[in-house]
C-alpha cells in the first residue's frame, strides 16, 4: 500500500508538471512546505549550518541543498541528478495557421520522442509567457491549459494500407502541425493565439512579447495490470527521478543527518544539456562552490571536498519487454518491480564504474533494497546521461542509476509500481550515510 500511496504523489506531481517550468514551481512548492528558503544567484549568500535552500535559474533547473553541520572536507557533497525536461514537441513563435478551412499549430520536435505516440492523443499546451511589467521589467508567468484543444489524427489505413507492415512515418515539417479548430476568412491567427494565451493570465496583449510552450497529454497518471502493479503516465523519464530525489532529500533522517545533501535538477538533458541551465553548464559548480565559501572553506579544502563527494545519476532504465526480445543484451535483462538498475557501459556513455557501483550496491543492501544490472546491445547506439558531464566537470565519483521502463520517450511510459519506493529508500540510505 505505501508503494501505491507513493506512486500515486507521484502521479500527481507529473499531472500538475506539464512543462520543465511547472515542474520546477511544483517542487518549489513541496520545498517550501519543508522549510527551504529560496537563494537569489545575484545575491550575497548567508547560509546558516543545518539550513534549507533552494536555487532556481531560469525557470526550469533547480537546485536545493542541506547546508550540513559536518564537515565538508570529510563528507563530500552527497549529490542526486536528473532532469527536468522530455522529448515532445514544442509550439512555434507563429503558433497558428490556415490550411484547408482548419487551423492548425506549428510545432517543432524536442530531443527524441517516439512521434506515432503523440496520435490520436488528447492534447494541449502549457509552458510560460515572458512579458513586460507595468514599470517595464522583463517578468515571467506560467500558462497551463488543462482542457484537450489539439489533436494529431492518424491517416486512416485505407490511405496508408501499409502501416502496420512499415509503421506509422511522420514528415516532421508538413505531417505534424496539430489540428486547433475551424477558421474564418475573418480571423487572424497570431490574434486568435494572443487572446488565447491572455484567458489564461491577468495581461493585455501589449505586455506579452514571446512564450515557451511545451505540447502535453490531458490523460492523467493510471494505475494498470491485474494487481494494478504498473503505472503508466508522461514524462515518467524522467520526473519519476526527480520527485524520488526530492522525497529522499526532505525524509526526516536525511534532513537531520548532518550531511550537505544536493539535488540537482536540469533542463536540457533530452537536447544535449550545453545552456546555462544544463547539467553541462556552470550551474551546478556555481553552487557548490558558493556553498563552499559561505562555509569559509578554503580553495583547496574545497577541492578536497570534491574528491570526498559522491553523485547518483538518476535517469529511468530500459525494462525488458518480452514482445522485442532481439533488442536487448540477453545476458543483461532488467524487468520492472525488481529494484533500481545500475546502467554501465565501456564507452562511457554511463558514468558507473566498478567502485561508483559497488557503493550504490552497498546502499540497496543497507536499505534491504534489490538491485539489478544493465548493459546495452553491443550492436545499438547507447543513449547517455547528465552523469559523464557532471562528473567530468567536477571530478566527483559517480553511479548511473534508474527505474525500469517501458516505453521511454512514448507519450505514455510505463514502469512498475514498486520500483520507486525502491529508488526512494536507496535515496534516503545514500544521502545519510556517514
Not at 506512486?7 to 518549489?28: G, K
Not at 534532513?255 to 551546478?284: I, P, Q, R, Y
Amino acid at each position: 500500500m505505501k508503494a501505491q500511496q507513493t506512486v500515486q504523489h507521484l502521479l500527481d506531481f507529473i499531472d500538475a508538471s506539464p512543462s520543465p517550468w511547472h515542474a520546477v514551481a511544483t517542487m518549489e512548492q513541496q520545498l517550501i512546505n519543508k522549510g527551504f528558503t529560496a537563494l537569489v544567484e545575484t545575491a550575497a549568500w548567508q547560509l546558516k549550518k543545518g539550513g534549507r535552500y533552494y536555487v532556481i535559474r531560469d525557470d526550469s533547473s533547480i537546485i536545493a541543498f542541506i547546508a550540513g553541520v559536518n564537515p565538508l572536507v570529510e563528507t563530500g557533497y552527497k549529490i542526486i541528478g536528473a532532469h527536468t525536461d522530455s522529448p515532445g514537441l514544442r509550439v512555434k513563435p507563429h503558433a497558428l495557421h490556415k490550411s484547408g478551412g482548419l487551423l492548425r499549430m506549428a510545432v517543432e520536435v524536442y530531443g527524441g520522442p517516439i512521434l506515432a505516440t503523440f496520435t490520436d492523443r488528447d492534447l494541449s499546451f502549457a509552458g510560460r509567457i515572458s512579458y513586460r511589467t507595468e514599470s517595464g521589467a522583463i517578468a515571467t508567468k506560467l500558462v497551463h491549459f488543462k482542457q484537450a484543444l489539439l489533436r494529431l489524427p492518424n491517416l486512416a489505413i485505407h490511405m496508408n494500407r501499409k502501416v502496420n507492415e512499415e509503421g506509422l512515418k511522420l514528415h516532421k515539417q508538413n505531417e505534424l502541425p496539430l489540428l486547433f479548430s475551424m477558421s474564418s476568412k475573418e480571423q487572424i491567427p497570431d490574434k486568435v493565439f494572443t487572446e488565447l494565451l491572455l484567458s489564461q493570465c491577468d495581461l493585455t496583449a501589449e505586455q506579452i512579447i514571446t512564450w515557451e510552450l511545451n505540447i502535453y497529454d490531458t490523460q492523467k497518471g493510471g494505475f494498470w495490470g491485474a494487481e494494478q502493479e504498473f503505472y503508466a503516465d508522461s514524462q515518467l523519464d524522467n520526473l519519476a527521478s526527480c520527485h524520488a530525489g526530492l522525497q529522499a532529500l526532505v525524509n526526516e533522517k536525511v534532513l537531520n543527518s548532518g550531511n550537505t545533501t544536493v539535488c540537482a535538477f536540469f533542463d536540457h538533458e533530452e537536447v544535449g544539456s550545453e545552456s546555462t541551465k544544463g547539467a553541462d553548464g556552470s550551474f551546478l559548480a556555481d553552487i557548490l562552490e558558493r556553498i563552499s565559501l559561505a562555509q569559509s572553506l578554503s580553495a583547496e579544502d574545497y577541492k578536497r571536498a570534491l574528491a570526498q563527494s559522491f553523485m547518483l545519476s538518476v535517469d529511468m532504465a530500459h525494462a525488458y519487454q518480452p514482445n522485442f526480445p532481439a533488442a536487448y543484451e540477453p545476458e543483461h535483462k532488467v524487468y520492472v518491480n525488481k529494484g533500481p538498475v545500475i546502467k554501465l557501459n565501456a564507452n562511457q556513455r554511463y558514468s558507473s564504474e566498478s567502485v561508483s557501483a559497488a557503493r550504490f550496491i552497498n546502499w540497496c543492501q543497507q536499505a534491504k533494497v534489490p538491485y539489478q544490472q544493465y548493459s546495452h546491445r553491443t550492436d545499438i547506439p547507447c543513449g547517455s546521461t547528465i552523469g559523464p558531464m557532471t562528473s567530468a566537470k567536477l571530478g566527483i565519483r559517480t553511479v548511473d542509476v534508474g527505474g525500469a521502463m517501458w516505453a521511454m520517450h512514448s507519450i505514455r511510459e510505463s514502469a512498475g509500481v514498486l520500483d520507486h519506493q525502491y529508488m526512494i529508500s536507496v535515496m534516503q540510505c545514500f544521502f545519510a550515510d556517514k
